[in-house]
């Protein structure tokens, strides 16, 4: 129902550009196509980007860190919130944000762990990496700064958690890609559904794997394509004839039953990706850091 309401609002059936459209929630829904085809699929991706089993995880509301930067010099973050108020916690965005920041700046290898050693080199004694009760953890903002009342942070737990999901919704991209036989380079458009989507950075989003290594003008976010599907599909006839005939002309793709899926998924399992050519923006980045740190690229 998600996705027929999300096709009909956002007219992929009647684009003729070959478009990906994405609905992020705790499945991860897509669909591949244009006005000729359409072919669909969902990933359980798990509640993490919406803030559940995430240590300091929350909806985005206002009071949730939506983005976050990360000085490459002194480690130190710097955060907005959503609703210009105190921090209480992270929402997707700022996960995504923040795992991005993380492995640019060295504070996270690509596999996810923490660099300690680096980490309390750089920062010395204000070093923001502890070990907590779920392992070592980075803390974004300490009880006190910007009127926080605790402490809130991301632990290797929660950033195992969002590689997993990130990794699972990449993987199924992929596999629907490659099953029709086109490549990444083909797709013209690429439309992002629901409240999650509406907070995205898109470069982050790159850079750490979610999203496919694309130029940035091609993502559009529609807010949230399934209650505006559903809202047409309540006031019009037409629109519910359309959601009728979106439903018939979807082909479903079964994850489970495609043998590559479970390799694009573990090949997805790392920042951003086990092959850094899948993404040519963030392998360009890494070797920049390599020449401007004096290394061989």
């Excluded at 809130?152 to 590689?163: H, K, S």
């Excluded at 793709?253 to 390799?263: H, P, S, Y």
Aim: proline share 3%; with cysteine.
């Amino acid at each position: 129902g998600d996705i027929t309401a999300g096709v009909l609002a956002s007219c992929v059936f009647r684009s003729d550009k070959l478009t990906l459209f994405l609905d992020v929630g705790t499945n991860g829904e897509i669909v591949l196509g244009n006005s000729e085809w359409m072919m669909t699929c969902a990933c359980s991706a798990g509640p993490a980007f919406e803030g559940a089993g995430v240590a300091s995880g929350m909806r985005a509301t206002d009071g949730a860190i939506e983005e976050i930067r990360i000085s490459s010099k002194t480690l130190e973050p710097s955060v907005q919130v959503i609703g210009n108020v105190a921090p209480q916690g992270i929402c997707g965005s700022g996960m995504i944000s923040a795992l991005s920041e993380m492995m640019l700046t060295g504070v996270i290898d690509r596999s996810g762990r923490m660099n300690v050693d680096h980490v309390n080199e750089v920062m010395g004694s204000r070093s923001r990496v502890r070990m907590g009760d779920h392992g070592a953890e980075y803390i974004v903002v300490r009880a006190g700064e910007s009127g926080a009342g605790q402490d809130i942070v991301l632990t290797e737990v929660d950033i195992n958690n969002l590689i997993r999901t990130k990794a699972a919704i990449y993987a199924g991209i992929a596999v629907m890609v490659h099953s029709v036989g086109v490549s990444f380079s083909d797709i013209q458009e690429v439309l992002i559904g629901g409240a999650f989507g509406q907070h995205i950075n898109v470069e982050q989003a790159i850079h750490i794997g979610l999203l496919p290594d694309l130029p940035w003008e091609r993502f559009k976010f529609l807010g949230n394509t399934s209650a505006w599907g559903a809202y047409n599909a309540l006031i019009s006839k037409y629109a519910r004839k359309e959601a009728d005939e979106i439903a018939k002309k979807l082909t479903y793709l079964e994850l489970i039953a495609d043998t590559t899926f479970m390799t694009e998924l573990t090949a997805a399992l790392f920042l951003p990706h086990t092959d850094l050519n899948t993404f040519p923006s963030v392998k360009a980045l890494f070797e920049k850091d390599k020449v401007t740190s004096g290394e061989t690229p």
